[in-house]
T-cell receptor
């Protein structure tokens, strides 16, 4: 069983929709949580990171962490075609995230 | 600030050969991590270097090795290449202290024939 499980998708939504991307984890040592976006033939791009339970907002993106349920989510409001990419969750037992465990990614397509 | 730079972008090697990949981190970042990305296994951690010392290591065979120089630049070496080593190799840098998420380069695409 993988330490990090990510909803596999793929996900297809109309432009303007609210998107919910989710990961669960089994390792209670994880305390640092990150979300990345990866476009084709590019490296992952950091979107958000947090180490506390609750919500963190940045523009159209909201990261939510529930440590008691070992569940994290990324919400994208007013989704745009440019948001079409693969989204990866990542977790680390330390705030120094050098050694992180990644989900397998969810591919999102936003249709105009 | 310049991002993480990886060279070369693409490599084609023959089984049995060895290869060296290079990574220049973001200026001021002292930690460099390497990851292997494949369609079947996703992103898997190889190792992390901080101030020229290996700080963490993943579950890869000894054919995979790395090093970090005093300017924080890092190299990764794979010896005796196997077909299964074909992957996107990603380098990521961070400050290595405090709250320090990873910042990735665009990777080196290695194909082993």
């Amino acid at each position: 069983q993988k330490e990090v499980e990510q909803d596999p998708g793929p996900l297809s939504v109309p432009e303007g929709a609210i998107v919910s991307l989710n990961c669960t984890y089994s390792n209670s040592a994880f305390q640092y949580f990150m979300w990345y976006r990866q476009y084709s033939r590019k490296g992952p791009e950091l979107l958000m990171y947090t180490y506390s339970s609750g919500n963190k907002e940045d523009g159209r993106f909201t990261a939510q962490v529930d440590k008691s349920s070992k569940y994290i989510s990324l919400f994208i409001r007013d989704s745009q075609p440019s948001d079409s990419a693969t989204y990866l969750c990542a977790m680390s037992a330390n705030t120094n995230a050098g050694k992180s465990t990644f989900g397998d990614g969810t591919t999102l397509t936003v249709k105009p | 600030k310049a991002g993480v730079t990886q060279t070369p972008r693409y490599l084609i090697k023959t089984r049995g050969q060895q290869v060296t990949l290079s990574c220049s981190p973001i200026s001021g970042h002292r930690s460099v991590s390497w990851y292997q990305q494949t369609p079947g296994q996703g992103l898997q951690f190889l190792f992390e270097y901080f101030s020229e010392t290996q700080r963490n290591k993943g579950n890869f065979p000894g054919r995979f090795s790395g090093r970090q120089f005093s300017n924080s630049r890092s190299e990764m070496n794979v010896s005796t290449l196997e077909l299964g080593d074909s992957a996107l190799y990603l380098c990521a840098s961070s400050t290595g202290q405090g709250s320090s998420p990873l910042h990735f380069g665009n990777g080196t695409r290695l194909t082993v024939t």
